[in-house]
Nanobody, 120 residues
Framework: QVQLVESGGGLVQAGGSLRLSCVAS????????MGWYRQAPGKQRELVAV???????NYADSMKGRFTISRDNAKNTVYLQMNSLKPEDTAVYYC??????????????WGQGTQVTVSS
């Protein structure tokens, strides 16, 4: 089994910053891509950013220049630094990891989500 645990969400004023963290643990053989998604009330879950094991990253257009994804492979951790936050960034943010688990096949795992609320 593999678990993803997010932290770092909260309430922030518009223009402020937050840093999300997500730690993967369990029977991990290899973590491939890791990413962040978000889901606002009444909307579908959408990609925020993704990063490969080699450090290549991709962002949704609306996050480019404001958000930065990074990872620490030694700690099985992915981060999302969010700057210049806007009220429309308010959502539950989910961590995702493409994991090859020990004795199991490759699978997508999700965290439980962390709430980010940006006040105007």
């Amino acid at each position: 089994q593999v678990q993803l645990v997010e932290s770092g969400g909260g309430l922030v004023q518009a223009g402020g910053s937050l840093r999300l963290s997500c730690v993967a643990s369990g029977s991990i053989f290899r973590i491939n891509a890791m990413g962040w998604y978000r889901q606002a009330p009444g909307k579908q879950r959408e990609l925020v950013a993704v990063i490969t094991s080699g450090g290549r990253s991709n962002y949704a257009d609306s996050m480019k220049g404001r958000f930065t994804i990074s990872r620490d492979n030694a700690k099985n951790t992915v981060y999302l630094q969010m700057n210049s936050l806007k009220p429309e960034d308010t959502a539950v943010y989910y961590c995702n990891a493409d994991v090859s688990a020990i004795g199991s096949s490759r699978f997508d795992y999700w965290g439980q989500g962390t709430q980010v609320t940006v006040s105007s």
